[in-house]
């Protein structure tokens, strides 16, 4: 699922008991699964690590929360190196609730129809909100967006342009892969919606978690 580049809140920060960062992250987590439920059944895709890994289920058959799962484990190293060890927990534990949630999600939720465009734009809201309670609880999806900040840190280079040219290749690989364009740019307006939800709403200079 596409993210932006924006930090996540610093652990340790004290803003937030151990209770409600549980309650943020299973929200999270809950919202995102359901978003990639969405997603899934419309047979679209998302950008950054989650985009990848729906990638990798369409053209094995391997169940997508396996692979995420499996996907992001080389990223955790980045993220203990970039954010510490409290970001990078909250994110392994975000990472294997979200997986073991679409492992089940077809016995929980079934859709009689769901029109591609209204899928499109629900996977974008939701998992925009998914994504806004993860990060304003020190916690994210891991993946490509936390290498974009490692390499900003280390060689220069802008985390925005290295996610946008990772989405970029995984957009044009999907596109040779599903073989029509519709589903690739209704996959890149729920891409959209979830970007526009993030830079609108987690804003620091606005809102402050109490």
């Known amino acids: 699922m596409s993210q932006t580049t ?3 809140t610093q ?3 004290g803003r937030h008991s151990a209770i409600e960062d549980a309650q943020g992250i299973a929200f999270g987590a809950i919202m995102a699964a359901f978003g990639i ?3 899934t059944h419309l047979g679209l895709i998302t950008g950054q690590t989650a985009g990848l890994a729906v990638l990798i289920s369409y053209l094995t058959g391997w169940p997508f929360g396996v692979v995420f799962f499996v996907v992001n484990l080389p990223f955790y190293g980045f993220g203990l190196k970039r954010f510490g060890w409290t970001f990078t927990l909250k994110t392994f534990a975000a990472v294997a609730l979200l997986s073991g949630l679409n492992l089940v999600m077809p016995e929980l939720l079934r859709f009689d129809y769901l029109s591609t465009g209204a899928g499109a734009v629900l996977f974008g809201l939701v998992s925009g909100a998914g ?3 993860l ?3 020190g ?3 891991g993946g490509v967006g936390i290498v974009a900040l490692f390499l900003q840190d280390r060689l220069g280079w802008r985390a925005g342009w290295v996610q946008l040219g990772f989405d970029a290749v995984l957009f044009v690989v999907a596109l040779l892969v599903l073989g029509d364009w519709r589903l690739v740019a209704w996959s890149a307006l729920g891409a959209l919606v979830v970007n526009g939800v993030i830079a609108i709403n987690h804003r620091r200079d606005r809102y402050i978690a109490t």
């Open 6 to 8: 924006t930090e996540p």
């Open 11 to 13: 652990p340790g920060s």
């Open 37 to 39: 439920a969405i997603l």
């Open 135 to 137: 990060f304003r609880h």
């Open 139 to 141: 916690a994210s999806l």
């Open 131 to 133: 994504l806004l309670a």
